[in-house]
């Protein structure tokens, strides 16, 4: 098993950027493909972005693309979410998923495909 616990949210403008942290505990993260979900207020936890235990494939959902990047170190047992040229409409809670394989899930985007979660980090954007 693992434990994600995020960090690194907070209020921004819009245009600025943010980095989120997602930091697992055990000793085999590079196992535990990863992915980040977000929620607003009223609505559905929506995928944001996936990447692979190797960190070598990574997937996005359209709407970031070209400003949000997923990665990871496995050496510190952490993934990041870096956010750039942030937008009103990203705000939202954000939230760190794993699962107990490398690979990504053909459901990659899909959050019943994440065995683990964090508590989640608020994210807003103010324009």
């Known amino acids: 098993q693992v434990q994600l616990v995020e960090s690194g949210g907070g209020l921004v403008q819009a245009g600025d950027s943010l980095r989120l942290s997602c930091a697992a505990t055990?000793?085999?993260?590079?196992?535990?493909?990863a992915g980040w979900f977000r929620q607003a207020p009223g609505k559905e936890r929506d995928f944001v972005a996936a990447?692979?235990?190797?960190?070598?494939?990574?997937n996005y959902t359209d709407s970031v693309k070209g400003r949000f990047t997923i990665s990871r170190d496995n050496d510190k047992n952490t993934v990041y979410l870096q956010m750039n040229s942030l937008k009103p409409e990203d705000t939202a809670v954000y939230y760190c998923?794993?699962?107990?394989?490398?690979?990504?899930?053909?459901?990659?985007?899909?959050?019943?495909?994440?065995?683990?979660w964090g508590q989640g980090t608020q994210v807003t954007v103010s324009s």
């Open positions: 998923a794993a699962r107990e394989t490398s690979v990504l899930s053909y459901y990659y985007h899909r959050s019943f495909a994440y065995a683990y």
């Open positions: 055990g000793r085999t993260f590079s196992k535990y493909a």
């Open positions: 990447i692979t235990g190797s960190g070598g494939t990574s």
